[in-house]
């Protein structure tokens, strides 16, 4: 293995501030991401529809002759962008991995993509998702599948498995995403990024379901870093009015001076669990992984305690809430194109269209129970840590696990347990790269990711103890395997 770093991009207020400074351009930070996809995506397939490289140089360089005279832009200019396929693009084409759309090309743009923009934002690809965003682990008849950055023989996970692939091979500066049962903290995971699934909040301007009520989805970003992902999610959930770059750059610099005087007088308390009592299977290699990132952070002076709140009940009542999902976003499709509907799809469709309106206020009821308990248990700590994914990256070949280290699960969701146990909490959770393990003795290091669970609506405390602890984590991941070219 040689040693060698991701090629991450500087940070974003850096290179807003090198834009600022004369000492970088949208264009010459386009022109890296563009070598990075000509390097990288022929294996990859993260990106599989692109925005004319023309255009985008064009629209890169009016984005550079405003940053020259000063103008007010948004927080995101000049930065290269892909959406989710999930996310309506005008006159992009937009798929949502499924041959029904093929050839679809929407007029207007989703909301998530217009904030996006908004912030002046260069949209450069779309970025590959499985069919409808059911699964994590993203492939379609469409566009195929999404290779891992460090093995092409395993997935990224899904399902922002295009959007987190694309980051970790410096593809992109801002990738955004959704999250139903861990699709922006699974492949974040998996591809050794950033991924938060904000607070389960209700904004309908977003438009992201045709219920813009619903909770259970949330519109969010990853990000190479966490000083990355803060700027993309205030971009998406709180978008601001734009300002000259000088002023996005000193707000910035002031916020990071005052975390880091806050830091130097507050000790953390974290929670921690691997298992959560052993109701929850993880993999040998992930648990060792884990593990490590813990001892790391008690050698650092962390206070840890092991505990974890009660979510025996979580797992049915997400099961209820997904299939209700998919039946309010996919129904008409399943009357209309049930033969071109990949069978995990139809599948929860099918769970929620036997639903009785009973079982889903049930689940409703124990949703707002099993909130409550976790609410409680988190005011105790700074936050609570548990492993973003039960297992390591598998083979491509493999649409799901069916076991975890020799245990059997019961449906094809179940290896995600310790994400949509969160979702169905309600509460924010950030994963960040906890250094890596190995399939097999002496194969591929593959990421780990640790997940963080935040105080309810406390979105922003989150992001500040996430670079605490990523920084913290450092020595556990200096040390990458190259990324694959072929």
Not at 10 to 24: C, E, N, S, T
Not at 213 to 231: E, K, M, P
Not at 438 to 457: A, E, I, K
């Amino acid at each position: 293995m040689n040693d060698r770093r991701f090629p991450f991009h500087a940070p974003i207020p850096a290179l807003l501030r090198a834009f600022r400074d004369g000492k970088d351009s949208p264009r010459a930070l386009l022109e890296r991401c563009f070598a990075a996809i000509d390097a990288y995506d022929g294996v990859v397939n993260a990106l599989p529809t692109r925005v004319d490289r023309e255009v985008a140089r064009a629209a890169a360089d009016a984005i550079g002759e405003r940053i020259a005279r000063g103008d007010a832009l948004g927080p995101l200019a000049g930065l290269a962008y892909c959406a989710k396929d999930t996310h309506a693009t005008a006159g992009l084409r937009t798929t949502w991995g499924s041959p029904i759309f093929a050839d679809h090309v929407p007029l207007a743009n989703d909301p998530v993509v217009q904030r996006v923009l908004d912030a002046d934002a260069l949209l450069i690809a779309k970025s590959n998702t499985p069919e409808f965003a059911a699964g994590a682990q993203t492939f379609n008849p469409v566009f195929g599948a999404t290779r891992h950055p460090f093995d092409p023989s395993l997935t990224v996970g899904g399902s922002t498995g295009g959007g987190a692939a694309a980051l970790a091979c410096g593809m992109t500066v801002v990738a955004d995403g959704s999250d139903l049962g861990g699709s922006l903290r699974n492949p974040a995971s998996f591809c050794g990024v950033v991924g938060m699934r904000p607070s389960s909040t209700v904004d309908p301007a977003l438009r992201n379901a045709p219920n813009v009520f619903g909770t259970l989805n949330q519109i969010g970003a990853l990000g190479a870093r966490v000083a990355d992902l803060r700027v993309a999610h205030r971009a998406i959930r709180t978008p601001a009015a734009r300002r000259p770059l000088a002023e996005w750059v000193g707000e910035w610099e002031r916020e990071a001076r005052q975390r880091t005087e806050r830091r130097a007088t507050r000790p953390l308390r974290l929670a921690w669990s691997i298992d959560c009592g052993g109701s929850m299977p993880v993999a040998a290699a992930v648990r060792d992984a884990i593990e490590r990132a813990i001892e790391r952070l008690r050698t650092c002076g962390v206070e840890l305690v092991e505990a974890w709140p009660d979510l025996s009940d979580a797992d049915d009542c997400f099961q209820v809430l997904r299939a209700e999902h998919f039946v309010e976003n996919w129904a008409e499709l399943y009357e209309t194109d049930r033969t071109r509907l990949k069978d995990t799809v139809a599948w929860n469709i099918e769970q929620g269209l036997a639903l009785d309106v009973g079982r889903v206020a049930a689940a409703a009821r124990v949703r707002s129970a099993i909130f409550e308990r976790v609410a409680r248990f988190v005011a105790g700590f700074d936050a609570w840590l548990l492993p973003t994914a039960q297992v390591l990256p598998f083979p491509i070949a493999v649409p799901y696990p069916t076991e975890i280290d020799g245990e059997p699960l019961r449906t094809y969701i179940d290896w995600v347990a310790s994400c949509y146990r969160i979702t169905v909490s309600g509460h924010p959770a950030l994963t960040l790269p906890a250094g890596f393990a190995s399939r097999v003795p002496g194969g591929t290091p593959l990421p780990v990711g640790l997940q963080m669970v935040g105080g309810f609506g406390a979105d922003e405390a989150l992001l500040d103890l996430g670079e605490r602890v990523e920084q913290l984590l450092t020595p556990l991941n200096i040390t990458r395997p190259p990324l694959s070219t072929r």
